[in-house]
C-alpha cells in the first residue's frame, strides 16, 4: 500500500503487509540529502488483523495519522496504490513497471461524513 498525501510524488508511505500480519513500513522521502530506499526509522502504530481462506486471504489495517500522513479533511485527495506482488503483480492503478511509480497512483477524495438523523 502506498499514500501519498501531498499528491506531489516527493514523498510517500509504504506498507507491505503479508497474510500472517507481518508488516513492513517506510517512509520514502525524496528531499535532497535523503535516503532513496526510504525512512525505516518511521514506525507508526499500524494494527493488523488477517485471515484466510482455500481462495483467498484478508487483510485489514489501521493507520494512524502523523505528521507525515496527517488527518485528511473534506475535499481532500491523496494519490494512494494498492498493490500485490504473489501470485502475479497486480495494482489498483497500474504502474506499468516499478510499484513505487507515485506519478501513476490512483487519487482518492476524502469527503465530510454524513450526518446523522436525529
Not at 535523503?34 to 488483523?49: E, I, M
Not at 504502474?95 to 465530510?112: D, E, K, M, Q, Y
Amino acid at each position: 500500500m502506498f499514500f501519498d498525501p501531498t499528491g506531489t510524488g516527493a514523498g510517500f508511505a509504504q506498507f507491505v503487509l503479508s497474510p500472517l500480519g507481518d508488516v513492513y513500513d517506510s517512509r520514502i522521502d525524496f528531499a535532497p540529502g535523503s535516503r532513496p530506499s526510504g525512512n525505516l526509522d518511521w514506525n507508526p502504530a499500524v494494527t493488523v488483523a488477517t485471515a484466510t481462506t482455500d481462495a483467498q486471504y484478508i487483510i485489514e489495517i489501521r493507520i494512524p495519522f502523523d505528521k507525515f500522513l496527517p488527518t485528511p479533511t473534506a475535499d481532500d485527495s491523496w494519490r494512494v496504490n494498492v498493490c500485490r506482488a504473489k501470485p502475479t503483480v497486480q495494482a489498483w492503478s497500474p504502474t506499468f513497471g516499478i510499484l513505487h511509480n507515485a506519478p501513476r497512483f490512483g487519487t482518492v477524495s476524502f469527503a465530510s461524513p454524513p450526518r446523522r438523523q436525529p
